[in-house]
């Protein structure tokens, strides 16, 4: 099984520009989630998706980010516009069975 | 909300010795993670457990319910061990599907 799958693994960009950020989670997941890690605030979960519908979308920081998973496949996390304090490492998981969780590599997103 | 307190926030340690990380939580939850973040960044979840202890090579953990508290030890440390080692647990109380929340971590640093 090839586990989670982050793409890109690095981003850089201009504070402004739109940031998308994809997720494939491993397949038979019913459950993915975001997460950011910040060397301020650390690990915290941005959404979860259950069954590709979105549970809950508290930690969301602003109307600036938006998650959607179109199918069992495929997520995306996208940000517009992007500012430097966006600057973290965005992970994505999934879960078989809403316990386990399977962790990406990460994506790495500087904005300058 | 649950909250997670994790101790100690950095271990620096020599090789063979005897360590243990602590993590208490605010309130009930159907299991908590242990999780392992080198440098680097990836994250491997080590352990998941609701109840008593798990034990996986020299990695062993354990969990007190009532006293919503967990240890996780190292049997005969080595500098591979070094990493952040991160408790989590389910966001709300008696959730299992939802998204986690986490403690800061702890940094160890095993010494040859």
């Known amino acids: 099984d090839a586990g989670v799958i982050q793409s890109p693994r690095h981003e850089v960009t201009e504070m402004g520009q739109e940031v998308t950020l994809r997720c494939k989670p491993i397949?038979?997941?019913?459950?993915l989630f975001w997460y950011r890690q910040t060397m301020m605030r650390g690990l915290e979960l941005l959404i979860y998706?259950?069954?590709?519908?979105?549970?809950?979308d508290s930690g969301m920081p602003e109307d600036r980010f938006s998650a959607k998973m179109p199918n069992a496949s495929f997520s995306t996390l996208k940000i517009q516009p992007s500012e430097p304090r966006d600057s973290a490492v965005y992970f994505c998981?999934?879960?078989?069975?809403?316990?386990?969780?399977?962790f990406g590599p990460g994506t790495r997103l500087t904005v300058t | 909300k649950n909250e997670v307190e994790q101790s100690p926030q950095n271990l620096t340690a020599q090789e063979g010795e005897f360590i243990t990380i602590n993590c208490s939580y605010s309130v009930g939850i159907s299991a908590l993670h242990w999780l392992q973040q080198h440098p680097g960044g990836g994250i491997v979840s080590l352990f998941m457990?609701?109840?008593g202890k798990k034990k996986h090579g020299r990695l062993i953990a354990t969990i007190n319910i009532q006293e919503k508290h967990s240890s996780l030890h190292i049997t005969a440390s080595h500098p591979r061990d070094s990493a952040v080692y991160i408790c989590?647990?389910?966001?709300?109380?008696?959730?299992?599907?939802?998204?986690?929340?986490f403690g800061k971590g702890t940094h160890l640093i095993i010494q040859p």
């Open positions: 457990l609701s109840s």
């Open positions: 397949s038979g997941h019913n459950s």
């Open positions: 998706f259950n069954n590709n519908v979105p549970i809950d």
């Open positions: 989590a647990v389910p966001l709300y109380s008696g959730g299992g599907a939802d998204g986690l929340t």
């Open positions: 998981a999934s879960s078989p069975d809403r316990y386990e969780q399977y």
